[in-house]
């Protein structure tokens, strides 16, 4: 039985040497826009049901579609006015059902990075040869449909398997969005490779806010300031940066209830300065170039850097 992970070592954001950011930025703002697809009848597996009601769900199934016949649109044109670069946690059978959606995305310059194949497919459990096929189908069909491989992971459905990590290291991913444990870019520890995670929300993921938290649109618009807020005052008064990411999904934030709250929070934040409005993967570059290399040497000890 293990205690923990064992893919990251402990350490106290208080005691770290400053996370330096371009230009002197003291926050860096990343926004995700989850692409998803859900099958409406997919196949059954014992792990876990990909719907909560008896499938095929129309109901589940028709509210989901939503967000790519309509919410998508709805916030492109938001990110637009604010001329915010999203990064797309991609199920990429969406660049198959929906090739519209891809095209305007790479339009507006938008990342795109790996949230598997569908979002009714789940990694747990998986053997190790499935995997893999989940993780070459998807940098195949990402730079089929964008001319770039994806350098991102996050893992449908937040399922992955112990393996997970490794694979996505010595397939030439550089970052992932499965760990929820820090403020911070960190490195992973994998096999072969360099890995970092790159934070992720579940607190301001509009899932969790709207479905588990049950909260209202103007709630969630409170609690994207409020964040804001606070990691800008530590960021300002530590002299080391923070990284903010706001988690989207078009059938949710896409509502026409649920968008002036985005919209209001947006402008906060875009209101004030020495904010880096980035995508996933120039936060990891950035890391990578700048930081990676001296945090894990000071982990592995005086030993391992003498």
Known sequence: MLR????????AIVDRPPLTLPGGAKLAVWVVSNHEFYEFNPPLRDVRKPWPRVQPDTLSYGYRDYGNRVGIWRLMELLDQYEIRASISLNVAVCDHHPEIT????????????????????????READERQVI?????????????????????????????????????FTYTCDLFHDDQPFPVKVKSGRLASIPYTLDLNDVIVYNSFLYTGRHYGEMIRDQFDVLYEEASRTGSGRVMCVSLHPYLVGQPNKLAP????????????????ATGQEIADWYLEHHYD????????PEASA
């Open 4 to 11: 923990d992970p064992e893919r990251w070592d402990y350490s």
């Open 262 to 277: 985005l919209d209001d929070a947006l402008a906060h934040i875009r209101g004030h300065d020495d904010v880096w409005f």
């Open 294 to 301: 001296d945090v894990a040497a000071s982990l592995a000890g």
């Open 136 to 172: 070459e189908d998807s940098i195949a069909t990402i730079e089929k449909a964008t001319g770039s491989p994806p350098v991102g992971w996050l893992s449908p459905a937040l399922s992955n398997t112990e393996r997970t990590l490794d694979l996505l290291a010595e397939y030439g």
């Open 103 to 126: 095209e305007a995305s790479l339009e507006r310059g938008w990342e795109f990075y790996s949230h598997g194949i569908y979002n009714t497919r789940y990694l747990f459990g998986m």
